[in-house]
């Protein structure tokens, strides 16, 4: 990492962290939003830092692209009293405090273990990507002990993570995304089954019966005497 | 030392980019009424120059000279920082596309997604403009707006998953170069037909302008802007058409590449020719402007939850079939 990358991974990571403080400090929930929407992007940049840029697009895409403009559609729509919001504000912070804590010290277990596990092992593992798709070509090996590393050293230079994380994706996790696909299918028909009412007052437009509709239907020619009216 | 040489060059490359752009814009608002002067059996701007050609730098001279006002219940902060960010995305897509064979500022890997991201996050400019300017019609006109693009962004991602698909790969140099022989809009037609309505709705453009539409919202997102702050939204909506239409040509009319490899097309250089098929489609975007009535908002919802969707995720899974069962998918 030199020194640009550097520089740029703390101005990232500073503005992250900064917005992200800003999302829970900030009076106006579309300031909290809008906050949250420039974390996301410095995430992203981040992301990009470690050539992870497939996850970086991704997560722009649909956080920022669509699920933040979500947010703020029902946030900038909604008629919030700021102080009758206050009022109650403290008698929640003891579930608050806890399930901060319980974050907290998750987030110290995980960060924890990953610092104080064993980093040669950590460097093998992804060698089962390789496995997976073995078209590219690999550098023999001088060594039977050194396979793994260095195989996966090639293919890191010549396989962009968008395939690396689609041949993985669609393989050794097939039924997981599946499932996960799955989930989101119920989702989506819930919100909709909750929010579909039916109202017969309201007209709808049946494009159907508009184009099928002929002429000699609907309009009618009638011969009218004078002074007899019809 | 390097670094900050990297740094000039790169300077460097994004003004010979931007220059010209902004130059395209101001120049593509003139081409617009001069357009629709002939179509409508006008002149369009006549007096400024001869033929006219003044008229846009009369035009930027004039909204450079106004006052700028700040509605006193707008949010002041959101309200300023609206119309730059239109205007920075708009220019900041310009950094992938390729105008030749290693002729691009950045040629990253995922150039399609960062298209993708670039135009998904058009809709904050709109949205941060109706909502800072706490006014009834620049409200509902960015409501309206970020509905409709958030629609149409999903077909023109399924759209973009099939030239994806058969050009396998993200890269759009490498897309142009598979496209060599076969430009993807002949086998992928009716994509490219629903893929440059939706960029009609994804750019508030006509017949899709309803965020703007004067006769039921005054102008919606942008009633409240004067001066440089509409001049900035002005610029970012054409600078928006440019490069969608960049976008168009790359994914489907080939780029760069001239329409035969044979010699009298070979001669003109690449960027020329990825120009015109630029000045092409944003001839079509004028056109469908002088041509169309506007919809009405919810048969364009209609049209892009029950038409577009179902019959580009349709081509999708044809694609992918097409392309497995005759063994031609790229590796």
Not at chain 1, 26 to 32: A, C, F, G, T, Y
Not at chain 1, 181 to 208: C, M
Not at chain 2, 205 to 228: C, I, K, Q
């Amino acid at each position: 990492m030199n020194a640009v990358q550097l520089l740029l991974f703390y101005i990232l990571a500073l503005v992250c962290t900064a917005s992200a403080v800003m999302v829970i400090a900030s009076r106006n929930p579309v300031h909290s939003v809008l906050y949250l929407i420039l974390a996301f992007f410095n995430a992203a940049g981040l992301f990009v830092l470690i050539g992870a840029e497939f996850l970086a697009m991704v997560l722009v895409v649909v956080y920022v692209g669509a699920v933040a403009v979500l947010f703020l559609f029902v946030v900038m729509m909604l008629d919030i009293n700021f102080v009758e919001m206050r009022e109650g504000f403290l008698q929640y912070l003891p579930v608050g405090a806890l399930v901060g804590i319980i974050l907290l010290v998750e987030l110290m277990l995980v960060g924890g273990s990953w610092a104080l596990a064993d980093r040669t092992e950590v460097a093998a593992a992804p060698a089962t990507v390789v496995m997976v798709e073995p078209a590219a070509p690999v550098a023999v090996p001088p060594e039977g002990g050194e396979t793994a590393v260095v195989a996966r050293r090639v293919r890191a230079e010549e396989v962009t993570n968008t395939q690396m994380l689609g041949a993985v994706l669609y393989t050794e996790y097939f039924y997981l995304f599946q499932a996960a696909g799955a989930i989101l299918l119920v989702a989506i028909v819930g919100a909709i089954t909750l929010t579909l009412r039916e109202r017969p007052a309201t007209k709808r437009q049946d494009i159907g019966r508009q184009v099928r509709r002929r002429p000699f239907e609907s309009v009618e020619l009638r011969k009218v005497k004078p002074r007899a009216g019809i | 030392m390097a670094e900050i040489w990297a740094l000039v060059v790169i300077v460097f490359y994004i003004l010979v980019l931007v220059v010209p752009l902004l130059l395209g814009v101001a120049y593509l608002t003139y081409a617009e009424r001069k357009v629709l002067g002939a179509m409508q059996l006008r002149q369009g701007p006549m007096t400024v120059g001869p033929y006219g050609l003044l008229q846009p730098i009369a035009d930027g001279l004039k909204l450079f000279m106004k006052e700028t006002v700040v509605p006193s219940g707008s949010n002041k902060f959101v309200f300023v920082l609206a119309p730059m960010l239109t205007f920075i995305l708009a220019l900041i897509g310009w950094a992938v596309i390729p105008f030749g064979p290693g002729l691009v500022l950045a040629d990253i890997n995922v150039g399609v997604l960062y298209l993708l991201a670039v135009s998904s996050l058009g809709v904050y400019g709109i949205i941060m403009a109706g909502w800072a300017s706490n006014s009834r019609y620049a409200f509902l006109g960015a409501l309206r707006s970020s509905a409709q693009m958030v629609s149409y962004e999903i077909s023109i991602g399924l759209i973009i998953i099939n030239v994806l698909l058969t050009a396998g790969s993200l890269n759009l140099t490498t897309i142009v170069e598979s496209q060599r022989g076969l430009w993807y809009f002949i086998p992928h037609f009716p994509m490219f037909v629903i893929f440059f309505v939706s960029v009609l709705a994804e750019t508030n453009r006509h017949p899709f302008d309803l965020p703007e539409d004067e006769a039921t919202l005054v102008t919606g997102f942008n009633v409240e802007y004067s001066s440089m702050g509409f001049a900035l939204f002005f610029l970012g909506e054409y600078a928006n058409m440019i490069l969608m239409s960049a976008i168009c040509s790359v994914l489907f009319l080939g780029g760069w590449l001239p329409p035969f490899g044979i010699v009298p097309f070979t001669w003109i250089p690449g960027p020329i020719w990825l120009i015109l098929k630029i000045c092409f489609f944003l001839f079509a975007f004028i056109w469908a402007r002088a041509t169309l009535p506007r919809y009405r908002y919810d048969q364009l919802m209609r049209l892009g939850w029950k038409v577009f969707l179902p019959l580009s995720l349709f081509w999708v899974v044809l694609t992918a079939g097409v392309l497995v069962a005759f063994d031609l998918v790229p590796r």
